[in-house]
């Protein structure tokens, strides 16, 4: 079951209408309610990978459970490897197994051994388990820290663990934030709703219009690189940077809406990264739940920057390099990662990394000046071009794609693959931008616009641009679904 389908409507608005109507007077039967709607939201996919989900709960909570329990201190560590070693030997074994295996034949065919057979599997990749296990584990460690004490309401906490907006795809949630709000009565509030279903129609209208068009382009260039010039090759690229960025930010803003139909708050995952002024700023904007998941649970225990300057370098480069690895089995996610190492390592050299946090671009003026725009346009530059490898099947398929770029100087226009009109895609694009400019101070107030007219106009526009793109025949599931 995906947000932009007709089986998600039925199910929210059944789901919704139980939940306030029979469920809001008592708790507990809510969070069961909630338990057992995320179940089957989940299970619409293969209802199988349920256990794993159960199991990963049971696992977490029984280890929270016995941290906080224990006052020795190497008990304490023990137990939270427990949590450790359960979740990633999960996510080794589904998402990585088969890379593992695959790279051991390569490094040995290189030293020249060569193995005929090998022994992978065709395991099938459980959706979103790279976050529910990234977010149960995260309770080990907030205990493990002390910056949690266990719930004993096991169903409070199964419903943390698979609360359905944000199961499959983000945003990976602390349990100080979200667990705290399952365990606290929630009431019906009004504008609560109004908020939810504004975010909802602008995720639906970047997934559709932005990320689901551009899809079938992005897909043709990238599948035929060798054969296009290098103009069309930047097209795509670029192209793609609008299509995940649609795509992946869309989900969030349904994700987050959608939560707060249920009284939930969820963090904010998307802060306009594409308006960054430098690399560090695009990664305190760009998925901002992974980003602090990594800085809380990784960096900071490394020693973060207080062990030295080398040290600190190479804490940097190791959670660049695991985030690149968190999106893929695959040589291509570790050089996106080791991409943006490079380019955000400067910036903290020079201690320029937090120059522009809390701050957001023309901060009480109309337009940016013209050091902004360039500063932003060279960001994009910067982060459409490590796309590549993002998008790339291999890292010899980036490659070519690169050398493309720089090799294939001729000019030619480009064709959509279904007999479109690009120019309504340009138009569309530097639209959204422009609007996205405008709104940059509220990531998740879409429409703070006071006067109604102007707001219903919005609104019409988009459902109308909704129903103009929408296309059934193209793949309408979210990219980081594989992830």
């Known amino acids: 079951m995906i947000f932009n389908s007709v089986e998600f409507f039925i199910f929210l608005v059944i789901s919704y209408l139980l939940y306030w109507k029979v469920f809001q007077k008592h708790l507990k039967a809510q969070n069961l309610f909630l338990l057992i709607i995320s179940y089957i939201f989940y299970g619409w996919w293969d209802y199988r990978f349920l256990s794993l989900i159960f199991l990963s709960t049971v696992v977490d909570y029984f280890v929270g459970q016995q941290i906080y329990a224990q006052t020795q201190q190497h008990k304490r560590k023990q137990w939270l490897w427990v949590s450790v070693v359960f979740n990633i030997g999960l996510l080794g074994f589904f998402k990585y197994f088969n890379f593992f295996v695959d790279s051991w034949v390569d490094m040995a065919a290189l030293m020249g051994y060569h193995i005929k057979s090998t022994w992978t599997l065709r395991i099938i990749l459980p959706v979103g388990i790279s976050f529910y296990t990234f977010q149960?584990?995260?309770?080990?460690?907030?205990?493990?820290?002390?910056?949690?004490?266990?719930?004993?309401?096991?169903?409070?906490?199964?419903?943390?663990?698979?609360?359905f907006p944000q199961l499959v795809a983000g945003p990976i949630e602390r349990a100080s934030n979200l667990l705290s709000q399952i365990t606290h009565a929630r009431k019906f509030n009004y504008n609560q709703t109004v908020e939810g279903l504004k975010l909802i129609l602008w995720g639906l209208f970047k997934k559709i219009v932005i990320a689901d068009a551009l899809a079938p382009i992005v897909d043709d260039i990238f599948a035929n690189a060798n054969t296009y010039p290098a103009t069309t090759l930047i097209l795509?690229?670029?192209?793609f940077s609008f299509q995940i960025y649609g795509d992946f930010s869309g989900y969030s803003d349904i994700a987050i809406g959608t939560a707060k139909l249920f009284g939930v708050e969820l963090m904010t995952n998307f802060k306009f990264?594409?308006?960054?002024?430098?690399?560090?700023?695009?990664?305190?904007?760009?998925?901002?739940?992974?980003s602090e998941w990594f800085r809380y649970y990784i960096y900071i225990p490394l020693g973060g920057s207080k062990q030295g300057r080398f040290k600190a370098l190479r804490n940097v480069a190791i959670v660049f390099l695991i985030s690149g690895f968190w999106h893929g089995a695959n040589w291509t996610f570790i050089a996106w990662g080791a991409f943006h190492a490079l380019a955000f390592?400067?910036?903290?050299?020079?201690?320029?990394?937090?120059?522009?946090?809390?701050?957001?671009?023309?901060?009480?003026?109309?337009?940016?000046?013209?050091s902004e725009l360039l500063k932003m346009l060279f960001v994009f530059?910067?982060?459409?071009?490590?796309?590549?490898?993002?998008?790339?099947?291999?890292?010899?398929?980036?490659?070519?794609?690169?050398?493309?770029?720089?090799?294939?100087?001729?000019?030619?226009?480009?064709?959509?693959?279904?007999?479109?009109?690009?120019?309504?895609?340009?138009?569309?694009?530097?639209?959204?931008?422009v609007y996205e400019f405008i709104i940059r101070q509220y990531p998740r107030h879409p429409f703070p616009f006071k006067h109604k007219a102007v707001?219903?106009?919005?609104?019409?526009?988009?459902?109308?641009?909704?129903?103009?793109?929408?296309?059934?025949?193209?793949?309408?599931?979210?990219?980081?679904?594989?992830?």
Do not use: C
């Open 236 to 239: 795509g690229v670029t192209l």
């Open 345 to 370: 390592i400067p910036l903290f050299v020079v201690g320029n990394n937090k120059k522009y946090k809390d701050t957001i671009v023309a901060e009480n003026r109309v337009l940016p000046t013209f």
């Open 273 to 290: 990264p594409y308006l960054s002024r430098n690399i560090a700023e695009f990664w305190q904007r760009w998925h901002i739940s992974l």
């Open 381 to 433: 530059a910067l982060v459409t071009f490590s796309w590549i490898f993002f998008r790339a099947d291999t890292i010899t398929h980036a490659m070519a794609y690169i050398g493309g770029i720089f090799t294939r100087t001729d000019i030619t226009a480009y064709a959509h693959p279904m007999g479109y009109r690009m120019i309504d895609y340009y138009v569309l694009i530097i639209l959204f931008v």
């Open 136 to 163: 149960t584990m995260s309770y080990a460690f907030d205990i493990y820290y002390k910056q949690l004490k266990p719930t004993k309401n096991f169903i409070a906490f199964a419903a943390f663990v698979s609360f």
């Open 455 to 483: 707001r219903f106009a919005i609104y019409t526009l988009l459902l109308f641009l909704m129903l103009l793109f929408y296309d059934d025949g193209i793949d309408k599931s979210f990219i980081y679904f594989q992830f």
